[in-house]
């Protein structure tokens, strides 16, 4: 039987990402915006603000997840599909969709990043077990997709991660009724057959400015749920784009803030 385990959990959440740690993280976030849109690399950036701001490891992650450059954003939402799936067939990014709606059921941390995707801190690390709330992740990817009217889904999942057979297998029995054709399949190479495709279903930074159309599916899945989830950060960053040019506008790291 699958274990009861509080999926992305961390007990310094409570504290690394409280209201008043939420600004600080904004703050820094568009200090790291701003030097990405400069040239600088998402890590180098975070390790100059983070060490300015003296925050934690998983705050840092918070803010690698959530931000990036002006232009990747653009991309992002352009490429970003929102409706007439029907008849359509997804590939789905299956960890990376499976895992933060697992995160949601468990009442764990999720962060709402800028190109509006929802990101864990949980790290995979090839390391995956099935856990109370998996079957309850994968009935709410089925019922989502019956009400898109897709007429085939394909989960690719890393076949190289512990435990990926298993959640093939339960992929297809738990859907195997539904209205849609649904496929699992196992590859050694599981991004590299995400690039260049249309209709991805993923959250993955590296994917979405390499695919050619994407579909934020678990943001669709969990506002169309009754769901309600208490620890989603909101690191969106919303005015991101209101600049005329992404080299105009003072230096926030000389603003004096």
């Known amino acids: 039987m699958p274990k009861a385990i509080r999926r992305g959990y961390a007990p310094t959440d409570e504290k690394d990402f409280s209201a008043q740690n939420l600004k600080l993280l904004c703050s820094a976030q568009q200090d790291i915006f701003y030097l990405l849109c400069r040239g600088y690399g998402l890590e180098r950036a975070v390790t100059f603000v983070g060490d300015r701001f003296q925050f934690s490891a998983r705050q840092r992650m ?4 959530a931000t990036c450059s002006r232009k990747e954003l653009l991309s992002r939402r352009e490429k970003e599909r929102t409706r007439d799936f029907c008849g359509a067939a997804l590939l789905i990014d299956g960890f990376n969709v499976i895992i933060p709606l697992e995160i949601a059921l468990s009442d764990s941390t999720l962060i709402r990043c800028m190109d509006e995707t929802l990101r864990d801190l949980a790290g995979l690390h090839g390391s995956y077990r099935l856990i109370c709330q998996t079957d309850a992740a994968i009935g709410m990817i089925g019922r989502e997709l019956t009400a898109m009217r897709i007429a085939e889904a394909t989960f690719i999942l890393d076949a190289p991660v512990s435990n990926a ?5 339960r992929i297809l029995g738990l859907l195997q009724s ?17 690039y260049g495709k249309h209709l991805v279903a993923t959250g993955d930074s590296v994917i979405l400015d390499r695919c050619g159309s994407w579909v934020n599916l678990v943001a669709r899945i969990l506002e169309d749920s009754s769901l309600s989830c208490h620890h989603v950060i909101d690191l969106s960053l919303p005015g991101a784009l209101g600049g005329q040019d992404e080299n105009s506008g003072a230096c926030p790291l000389a603003s004096g803030k």
């Open 62 to 65: 918070a803010l690698a997840r």
């Open 165 to 169: 057979g298993r959640l093939r297998q």
């Open 178 to 194: 539904c209205p849609f054709r649904a496929k699992a399949v196992l590859s050694d190479h599981a991004d590299g057959m995400l």
